[in-house]
């Protein structure tokens, strides 16, 4: 008979919130985990960049007070020790929050290796650090790990990860960044504020390349104008150790010198918990465990979602497929309907400051389908964007003319990681732009954006001239 109905092998967004799922349906469910619960967004990702963000953001407020009056003394300066108590102080109270939720759940949690060893016959077989344990349905939420590239170089010692430069003592004069993605934009605005000299080298002609060019076009400006180096299209051959400095060479041979480099180049599967699976075989897809829409794999009773799938890697994604996966496996327990995981609009968010945020399709993909309306409201046109000393951003909103279906929502700017929560919520429920544009958002708010730029799809926008269409 098995131990448990549910075992979970990994404790990040995927593997607690399964595990909770399913212990709130009554499974008996148990979790291994090999490091900290919460994962990589909890301990080395989300939360710990989203501290240092706040401190890089207040410093560049500090800088710019004057404007506004207030005469700070000149030399402020950051305590990076004081910093890092502060972000790991506000991470062990989140990691201990997580484990609290589980065991109030009454879900065992093992700490040690977990992987699985074989199944069939109604059930599976997971070893746990030194215990081996049996369960009726698997739930695999082995998370993500950081890609590397073949190049020259990358084992040198001040060649970084994104998770060893979250505890950097000291700041380096000259930080060179591999990588303008997610990682490395957030990353160059935390260390360009905190004194570095930074260097952006991006292999794609532009940085944050998954996102809407408007977004990509604005931040790359941005950068530029606080002295950030940004090189795109450029593709390095090797990283030398100089003296006591790093050398990067591009293709054409040009020098880049840095005291430390971070390579942030995306990520892919940690697939540890599959290895050497016996009779097990698991289908993957380009690396990752392929899932169908249930979140089961390829082997029935076997669940993955999260990172480990690659459909959307985001720790809130990973959070519902967690939810689906778990329903669905007590679902075969007991004999009920499966259910879908919803994925069609999940929000994705850059926290530089200004902030970006989407939802939907970018411009490129929208005027694929067809006919695209698109409205966009300037947030120098915003009353509480330009009192708030934040007029730089703006509000993007892709319509299809012929029906007013919402197609997608872009957006940078102060507090955009929230407003973009409220397009997601419309477009999952089908809100027409001719319905957004009728909705009264307060006044003044950076939120009314988004009901000026549906507006302007329509061609009637009351806080902008004539546009030329």
Do not use: W
Request: glycine share 14%; aromatic share 4%.
């Amino acid at each position: 008979m098995a131990d448990f109905d549910i075992a979970v092998i990994g404790g990040g967004p995927a593997g607690y919130a399964g595990a909770i799922r399913a212990a709130q349906l009554g499974a008996k469910t148990v979790l291994v985990e090999k490091d900290e619960l919460g994962g990589t967004c909890l301990n080395r990702g989300c939360i710990p960049t989203k501290n240092l963000l706040k401190t890089a953001e207040l410093l560049h407020e500090i800088a710019g007070s004057s404007t506004r009056g207030i005469l700070v003394p000149p030399g402020a300066r950051l305590d990076m020790a004081s910093a890092l108590r502060e972000k790991n102080r506000v991470v062990k109270k989140l990691t201990g929050a997580v484990a609290s939720l589980l065991k109030a759940r009454g879900v065992e949690c093992i700490k040690g290796e977990g992987f699985l060893k074989s199944g069939g016959g109604g059930g599976f077989t997971i070893r746990a650090g030194d215990r081996e344990l049996g369960a009726k349905n698997v739930l695999l939420a082995g998370g993500s790990r950081a890609a590397k590239f073949p190049i020259p170089g990358l084992e040198l010692p001040g060649v970084l990860g994104s998770a060893e430069i979250l505890d950097l003592e000291e700041i380096p004069p000259r930080l060179a960044i591999i990588g303008g993605g997610v990682i490395g934009i957030e990353m160059a605005m935390i260390f360009n504020s905190f004194g570095s000299k930074i260097t952006i080298i991006e292999a794609m002609p532009r940085i944050l390349p998954s996102l809407d060019t408007d977004i990509s076009s604005l931040i790359h400006k941005i950068l530029r104008g606080r002295g950030v180096a940004v090189l795109t299209g450029v593709v390095l051959s090797k990283i030398e150790q100089k003296g006591g400095a790093l050398s990067l060479t591009p293709g054409d041979g040009t020098a880049i010198d840095a005291d430390k480099v971070l390579v942030s180049i995306g990520r892919t599967a940690d697939l540890s918990s599959v290895t050497g699976t016996g009779d097990l075989s698991l289908k993957t897809e380009k690396g990752f465990v392929a899932v169908d829409e249930y979140m089961e794999t390829s082997v029935p009773g076997i669940f993955a979602p999260g990172d480990i799938n690659g459909k959307k890697m985001l720790a809130h994604a990973a959070f519902k497929m967690a939810e689906t996966a778990a329903e669905n496996a007590v679902s075969r327990l007991k004999g009920g309907k499966p259910k879908k995981a919803a994925l069609d609009y999940v929000p994705s968010v850059v926290y530089c400051f200004p902030e970006a945020a989407s939802v939907g399709l970018t411009q490129e993909e929208a005027e694929k389908t067809g006919p695209v309306s698109t409205g966009i409201f300037p947030l120098a046109a915003n009353g509480r964007a330009l009192a708030s000393g934040s007029p730089e951003g703006f509000v993007k909103v892709l319509a299809d003319p012929r029906y007013g279906k919402i197609l997608g929502v872009h957006m940078a700017g102060q507090g955009v990681s929230e407003i973009i929560n409220e397009a997601a919520a419309l477009m999952s429920m089908e809100i027409t732009v001719h319905e957004l544009a009728e909705i009264i958002h307060g006044h003044p708010t950076v939120s009314e954006a988004l009901m000026e730029a549906a507006a302007d799809a329509l061609g009637r926008c009351i806080h902008l001239p004539p546009q030329k269409r």
